[in-house]
């Protein structure tokens, strides 16, 4: 895994922290509950949602087990949630703005039930409208794409929290170029929505090297969580 790639993983748990600590200092609604954050992992590539070469039946239970309780984090059904995937960047912060948002198999080398999965999550452009603006109210330039899909970042974890497939969901890039101090900024802009019945999920994983992870499981994982951390 690249510098870069674990750079990804970092600002996804600080851009999930600091929209967390971005809400302290405002006051709560009273008609709606502070929705909390949260980063969570989503597998490798379509795993543990089918079973894969190599990969310990335990573990694909445990790791599923983990992603369903995903849906138990909030206490109240939120409104909508906005997922930021470490697998999509770009130029400028991006959204996803379509209301049936498809499927995006951003992986490859795996049987072909890899690629027929679904998960016809709604989109919500309203919320993404929302997301937009707040990003250029705290001076951030943005995008929307209305035809871009879930990537697996997105619909691996979820397909196993929410089965069936309800709450809109909106897609936000990381922005080129990983800047902390910016993805920084970019969490506390959003914190607000957390008291707008938005929950915010940011998807990554400490250890993404397939290759790595499959020729020298211990030691490659070892060295690179104990980097990560």
Not at 91 to 117: I, R
Not at 151 to 158: E, R, T
Not at 191 to 202: E, N, Q
Request: proline content about 9%; aromatic content about 8%; glycine content about 10%.
């Amino acid at each position: 895994m690249s510098f870069d790639a674990l750079g990804r993983r970092q600002l996804l748990r600080a851009l999930a922290g600091a929209a967390l600590a971005g809400c302290s200092r405002r006051s709560v609604p009273m008609t709606r509950e502070r929705l909390p954050t949260a980063f969570i992992p989503h597998g490798g590539g379509p795993w543990p949602l089918m079973p894969l070469p190599g990969m310990p039946n335990e573990e694909a239970t445990a790791l599923r087990g983990y992603m369903e309780s995903i849906a138990r984090v909030p206490s109240a059904a939120p409104r909508a949630l906005l997922v930021v995937s470490a697998h999509w960047e770009a130029e400028k912060l991006t959204v996803n703005s379509g209301a049936a948002p498809g499927m995006l198999y951003d992986y490859g080398g795996f049987p072909q039930e890899a690629y027929e999965l679904q998960w016809p999550a709604p989109g919500h452009p309203a919320v993404a409208t929302e997301v937009r603006q707040r990003l250029e109210r705290a001076g951030f330039a943005t995008d929307e794409d209305a035809e871009r899909g879930f990537d697996h970042g997105v619909f691996i974890p979820l397909l196993a929290a929410f089965p069936a497939p309800s709450i809109p969901v909106v897609q936000l890039s990381l922005k080129r170029g990983l800047d902390p101090a910016e993805h920084l900024s970019i969490g506390r802009a959003l914190a607000p929505l957390r008291d707008d019945g938005v929950f915010i999920v940011g998807s990554g994983n400490s250890f993404h090297n397939l290759r790595a992870f499959f020729r020298e499981r211990t030691s490659a994982m070892k060295a690179h969580s104990e980097a990560f951390d």
